[in-house]
Every structure is written in C-alpha cells, then in structure tokens.
C-alpha cells in the first residue's frame, strides 16, 4: 500500500531556532500533501495545503511566514518551524494522495517537535 | 467545521465485536463516510469508506443505514492492537482534505 514517510520522528530545539519536517511519499507522486498539528488529547487540526509546484493554501489562523511550507517535488514537502516558541511544541503530522480521485489519504507516522 | 457525532469513548472486550456508531445528519448525497483510527503517537491509517452500501475489507465493515444519516464501523474480533482514537469523517470523494472531528477513544479490555 501506499507509504508515506515523515522525518524526523522526534526533535528537540531550542527557542528561537528553526525546524525542518520532512514528508516523502515513497512509492506514489503526492500532487498536494497536507500539514496537520496536534496538540495532546485534542484532534488533528489542518495548517495548510502544500502542492507541488506553487504555493501553499494556510487554514485560517496558521501563519505562513512562521510554518514555511515547500513542495519542490512530487515526493516530498518540507515543513519549517521558524524562530520556534515552547507554545509551538507539538505533534506535526503530514498526508499525502496520488492524483487517482479513489485514493484515500495516506499519513505519516508524526513528528514530535518539543521547543525548550 | 467537523459534521459527524461520535461517543467520545467506548470499552470493548478483546476477541468480541467493536461496533463504533456515528451520526452524520447532515450529509449531503455526494458525500461519502470515511473512517480513519490513530493508534497513540502515530499518524492516522485509513480503515474504509463508503457512499450508501455496505463495505467490507479485511480490516472492519462499514454499515451505513439506508437514510445516510448514521453509521457503524464494525471491527469484527477486537484485539489490543485495536485500542485507539477512530475518526468518522463525512467528505466528497476526491476532496482529499480531511478535516478531523474528536473521535471515539476505543479500548479494547483483555
């Protein structure tokens, strides 16, 4: 089935420093991958809808110059946390769909971002 | 805005049947139902879907009552490895962004 790989899993930095998120998908081209963050006991929320080749869609509220999102690729997009606060620790987590209209959503498995 | 209902928790004994129950009144005919589950600290794995008739694979079954307006997941012999946070979601087929509702804790009791 359809694999879509996230890194890193976990990741610790300090305040004021930026983080990368990677999301490949392994063995499909992903036109638009999505960006979720999670906060504990408390559901996925979408960020922003990230397609290859132009600019990413921001859900109302998310800010686009702090959650740098690129898709350079079919196979991967990046998430970058810039100037990260403690409140920006969370549970980041990616999708992805082939251009097949049937195809459900395939997630990766997370990235624990903690921010000290 | 999040157009399903589900129980917040539910308990289930290892080995019996799980069935997890959803209320989406408000779908529209070109929706389907989608059911996704989140095992603790990973990401979200797709189950099923469905438009109207029943669906089976070889992970659950999906009951959708005739009127569209509820739904049941089914996970025919509960195991351990079934205790997680399931997500009924109501979406157009192709619409890909999905947009995640509370879910149902399920904890499957040995």
């Known amino acids: 089935g359809a694999v879509v790989s996230q890194h890193p899993s976990r990741v610790i930095c300090k305040s004021g420093t930026s983080v990368k998120i990677e999301c490949r998908s392994l063995d499909f081209q992903a036109t638009t991958m999505f960006w979720y963050r999670q906060f504990p006991k408390q559901s996925l929320m979408l960020m922003a809808t990230s397609n290859e080749g132009s600019k990413a869609t921001y859900e109302q509220g998310v800010e686009k110059d702090k959650f740098l999102i690129n898709h350079a690729s079919l196979t991967l997009s990046t998430l970058t946390v810039t100037s990260a606060h403690p409140e920006d620790s969370s549970f980041y987590i990616c999708s992805a769909t082939g251009s097949s209209y049937n195809s459900p959503l395939h997630f990766g498995n997370g990235t624990r971002l903690t921010v000290t | 805005d999040a157009k399903t209902t589900q129980p917040p928790s539910m308990d289930c004994a290892e080995g019996r049947a799980a069935n997890l129950p959803c209320n989406h009144s408000?779908?529209?005919?070109?929706?389907?139902v989608y059911w996704y589950r989140q095992i603790h600290s990973q990401g979200p794995q797709y189950i099923i879907h469905?438009?109207?008739n029943n669906e089976t694979n070889e992970m659950a079954s999906l009951i959708i009552t005739e009127d569209r307006k509820s739904s049941t997941l089914i996970l025919p012999h509960a195991t351990l490895r079934d205790t997680a946070v399931y997500y009924c979601?109501?979406?157009?087929?192709?619409?890909?962004?999905?947009?995640f509702g509370q879910g149902t804790r399920l904890t499957i009791n040995p």
């Open positions: 408000t779908i529209s005919g070109n929706e389907y």
């Open positions: 469905g438009l109207k």
């Open positions: 979601i109501v979406q157009l087929q192709g619409a890909q962004k999905l947009v």
